[in-house]
């Protein structure tokens, strides 16, 4: 009997991507026993704590350290992870696979939609990049650091005006109904990453990449690589305000990227296609482009301080 474990976070968001990403696997590969594992991940386990600081204890990220070790120390075969979580360079001895073909890239605006909210409207988010981009568009409104899965922050619209949260998340969890407005990707890029799954497996584990080939999508894959590389490029991470999208069309890549002042003041951002073969590429282009526009000055201001 072949049997793969499978691993991921405890949400029931994690859960629901596992579900996905294995129901054609089970159907093409009816002998094999694929188990599910859980892995609490240090910003699981500390809801309170800045996100930056959660993901420094965590050697980068707060959401993906302790899923990297279990699959390094052979306790599960394989991670199914939110892209958007992870950090941009493999730990050594991972390697991620092609990504499946990702959900709705864009941010939702639960509660209200963004002109109908008053001024010094209370909007809840804890990334950086959600509350400079809503500040940049909307100085007057107060953002509210929250924290927590999906329906604990949907429940803080009790006392808050507003929250945020990724659409291919709401989605997956069948909660759609309550978006009260899709951001537009033009003004809102979203992280690199964002909508689409890592799916991370050990770098000489043949089995599992005999089992899992097929699974991702090209044209996902090429984006997702084109934004992830900027983002390298830029040495950003969770703590930094940085939005990028890629899009496909006609055989043509095009890259998307922003960066914004945490207090939303200043914007920069840059826009230049490629070939899809050469992601990494363009995304390190757009970075340059960018860097030639002082955006490191914008991201040093949002680092951590050493």
Same mark, same amino acid.
């Given at each position: 009997m072949i049997e793969l474990v499978v691993g991921s976070r405890a949400s029931q968001l994690a859960r629901a991507q596992v579900k996905e990403f294995l129901a054609p696997l089970r159907e093409r590969h009816p002998d094999v026993v694929f188990r599910h594992r859980v892995v609490l991940e240090d910003g699981?386990?500390?809801?309170?704590?800045?996100?930056?600081?959660?993901s420094?204890?965590?050697?980068?990220?707060?959401?993906? $350290?302790? =899923?990297?070790? *279990?699959?390094l120390d052979g306790e599960v075969d394989v991670v199914v992870h939110s892209l958007k979580d992870l950090p941009t360079a493999d730990p050594d001895g991972l390697v991620l696979l092609p990504s499946p073909a990702r959900a709705?890239?864009?941010?939702?605006?639960?509660g209200a939609p963004l002109a109908a909210l008053p001024t010094g409207a209370r909007v809840g988010t804890s990334a950086a990049r959600r509350i400079a981009q809503l500040l940049h568009v909307r100085p007057d409104l107060v953002p509210q650091r929250i924290r927590g899965n999906v329906p604990t922050r949907l429940g803080r619209l009790r006392t808050l005006d507003a929250v945020v949260l990724a659409s291919a998340g709401l989605h997956r969890l069948g909660r759609a109904g309550?978006?009260?407005?899709l951001l537009p990707v033009a003004q809102f890029p979203p992280s690199p990453g964002q909508g689409a799954l $890592?799916? =991370?497996?050990? *770098?000489?584990?043949r089995k599992a990449r005999e089992l899992l080939a097929g699974t991702g999508d090209p044209i996902t894959d090429a984006e997702v690589r084109a934004e992830r590389a900027m983002l390298a490029e830029l040495h950003g991470g969770c703590s930094v305000p940085v939005g990028a999208y890629a899009t496909t069309a006609d055989g043509i890549l095009t890259l998307h990227g922003q960066v914004t002042s945490v207090d939303?003041?200043?914007?920069?951002?840059?826009?230049?296609?490629g070939n899809p073969a050469e992601p990494e590429k363009l995304g390190a282009a757009v970075a340059g482009a960018l860097l030639d526009q002082d955006a490191e000055l914008l991201?040093?201001?949002?680092?951590?301080?050493?």
């Open positions: 699981d386990l500390d809801r309170t704590s800045p996100l930056r600081e959660v420094e204890r965590g050697g980068g990220s707060a959401f993906a $350290g302790r =899923q990297a070790a *279990a699959l709705d890239v864009r941010d939702a605006l639960c309550e978006i009260a407005e $890592g799916i =991370q497996i050990r *770098a000489d584990d939303g003041t200043r914007q920069i951002e840059a826009t230049l296609s991201l040093a201001a949002a680092r951590p301080s050493p």
